[in-house]
């Protein structure tokens, strides 16, 4: 796509392959499958076949009668990924990919993980298709994401808690690139449009299909333009997968929000990030004067995170998706909202996107058109939120159970 030129691996100055000698061959032999595959009918269908009948694709556009009432200014319309089988946009990609790496002739998989959501996605299209299955988790967050990691184990993955560092996802991500180096053999089922090549262009063009659907439901369903589509970026998936339909229409606004945190602990790599090579690409990380990532802060697991996709880094530059921030308190604030007018209970992610949408509609004339992509439901944020509205009859249940 013009917006988007993607040469030698690279979009503008960011991206390309950056990895261990080792590693060359598979990675190589990945691109070369994905570029093989991205244009065969029956992979495609297959494809197809899975989103519609394992997923439950295509995901509903919903119109927030209430919402919109409420703040009385633009439509908000709520693409809803949370519908997706085990919950959240991340299944699109791990589809896609194990599709690749059965006709790779794979026999086991490697993931790396954070909150746990794309842990469960790869264990689950990995049960699927019977592939082993190697989940990485730091070991905070297999303390934090207990049901998340009992869920992995029941569709027969093996969950390593990682010790090092942090215990948290970069150093999963580290854990599971040693798996990879020491058997090569394996797929590494990369969880976000970020990563050395082919995983940027790979896992935009497997996202892709939020954004098509929506056109085609704006369009059929509703008969309206889109004036502004408004998604979270962690790695930058599920926006770059909303937005990529619509980035050579200048009529469209694309907003990415990232985590505001509390304070000074956050993760907006649009603000304190600088350019550098970490984990294998060239983009805008969270990084200290040696190149080292720092520690970085948010209520939700999914955009605690110092890396950011090339696509996206691309796209800051030239100034064609605004980059902002929501802050955990407007999330949380954001998330009940949503809930107490709508029904709809998101994930502390996605409420990200919600935030900046409550922000912007009272700005805008009644007949322009926001729409939120609500990366997924919050079932998994059960604890968190509980523990941050600080719920009291909750935590007489969870001793009760003990
Ligand atoms: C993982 C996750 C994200 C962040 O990942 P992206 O690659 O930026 O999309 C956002 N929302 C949910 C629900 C997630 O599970």
Sequence with gaps: MYSLPYKNGHYGQFGGRYVPEILMPSLIELEKAFNKYKKDKKFLKDLDDLYKNYSGRPTPLYFCENLTKKLGGAKIFIKNEGLNHTGAHKI??????????????????????????????????AAKFGLKCTIYMGARDVARQRPNVFWMEQVGATVVPVYDGNQTLKDAVNSAMRDYIADPESHFLLGSALGPVPYPEMNTFFQAIIGREVKKQCREIYNIHPDYLVACVGGGSNAIGLFYEFLDDKSVNLIGVEAGGAGKRNAIRFKGGKYGVIEGYKSYFLQDENGNTLPTHSISAGLDYPGIGPGHAYLKETGRVKYVSATDKEVLKAFQLLAKNEGIISALESAHAVAYAIKLAPKLAKNKNIIVNLSGRGDKDLFIITEALGDKKFYEFLKSKV
Aim: glycine share 14%; aromatic share 0%; hydrophobic share 40%.
């Design 92 to 125: 699109n990609h791990c589809l896609g990919q194990i599709l690749l790496a059965k006709r790779m002739g794979k026999k086991r998989v490697i993931a790396e993980t954070g909150a746990g959501q794309h842990g469960v996605a790869t264990a689950s299209v």
